[in-house]
T-cell receptor, first 113, second 114 residues
Framework: QQQVKQSPQSLIVQKGGISIINCAYE??????FPWYQQFPGKGPALLIA?????SEKKEGRFTISFNKSAKQFSLHIMDSQPGDSATYFC????????????FGTGTRLTIIP | DTAVSQTPKYLVTQMGNDKSIKCEQN?????MYWYKQDSKKFLKIMFS???????INETVPNRFSPKSPDKAHLNLHINSLELGDSAVYFC?????????????FGPGTRLTVL
C-alpha cells in the first residue's frame, strides 16, 4: 500500500532531448508528490512537487504530469542539459501530520552531448 | 552557512565497533530525519524527530539509536556495527510536517564497515 514504483532505473538522453521518468503508486490516499534531484556525492534536494488537484505543474524546463485515475505521475525534463545528469527520486505522502515521505527507487539520468 | 551539516563525511570502521554520526541544522526547523541510502541508491527513512520528540520510527534494528539533544541537532549512534550497515546516511530537516514540508538534506556520511 505504501509503495512507489519508479521507472526506468537508468536513462540516457541526448542533449536537447526530453527526459521522461515515470512513477506509479498504490495508495489512493496519497496526495503530495514531490520529485527530488540528487547529484553525485550530495544529498537529495527538492526539484518540484504537485498535489492531485492539478494535472500538470511546470517550473522552467521541468514539468510534472499527474494522472489520478491511473495513479501515475511523471517528470518531464525539456531541452535536457548535461548539468541535469543526476539521480531523480519521485516520492509520495499522505497529507497529514507525521506521515513519512515514501521514495521511489530512483532513476539515474545521464545526458550525453 | 551550511544549512544541514553532518560529521564525519566518511567513516571506516571494523565490524562490532560502536560509532556515532552527528547532524546539525541552522534553518530553525522543527523536524529532523535520518535516512539510509544503500549501494543501489534506495533511500529509506529510519527516524524522525519533531522538537526533540520521536515521531517516525521505522523498522530499524535496535542497534541504531537516535538522540536529539535540542531541535537543531539529531545524532545517530550505532552499536555492534555489521557489514550490512555500510551505506550513506543522510540527515535532513524540514520546517514542520514530514509529509509535505520540503526536506533539506545534509551532504551524507559514507559508512564503511570492514
Amino acid at each position: 500500500q505504501q509503495q512507489v514504483k519508479q521507472s526506468p532505473q537508468s536513462l540516457i538522453v541526448q542533449k536537447g532531448g526530453i527526459s521522461i521518468i515515470n512513477c506509479a503508486y498504490e495508495n489512493t490516499a496519497f496526495d503530495y508528490f514531490p520529485w527530488y534531484q540528487q547529484f553525485p556525492g550530495k544529498g537529495p534536494a527538492l526539484l518540484i512537487a504537485i498535489r492531485p488537484d492539478v494535472s500538470e505543474k511546470k517550473e522552467g524546463r521541468f514539468t510534472i504530469s499527474f494522472n489520478k485515475s491511473a495513479k501515475q505521475f511523471s517528470l518531464h525534463i525539456m531541452d535536457s542539459q548535461p548539468g541535469d545528469s543526476a539521480t531523480y527520486f519521485c516520492a509520495a505522502s499522505l497529507h497529514f501530520g507525521n506521515e513519512k515521505l515514501t521514495f521511489g527507487t530512483g532513476t539515474r539520468l545521464t545526458i550525453i552531448p | 552557512d551550511t544549512a544541514v551539516s553532518q560529521t564525519p563525511k566518511y567513516l571506516v570502521t571494523q565490524m562490532g565497533n560502536d560509532k556515532s554520526i552527528k547532524c546539525e541544522q541552522n534553518l530553525g526547523h522543527d523536524t529532523m530525519y535520518w535516512y539510509k541510502q544503500d549501494s543501489k541508491k534506495f533511500l529509506k527513512i529510519m527516524f524522525s524527530y519533531n522538537n526533540k520528540e520521536l515521531i517516525i520510527n521505522e523498522t530499524v534494528p535496535n542497534r541504531f539509536s537516535p538522540k536529539s539533544p535540542d531541535k537543531a541537532h539529531l545524532n545517530l549512534h550505532i552499536n555492534s556495527l555489521e557489514l550490512g550497515d555500510s551505506a550513506v546516511y543522510f540527515c535532513a530537516s524540514s520546517r514542520g510536517q514530514p509529509s509535505t514540508d520540503t526536506q533539506y538534506f545534509g551532504p551524507g556520511t559514507r559508512l564503511t564497515v570492514l
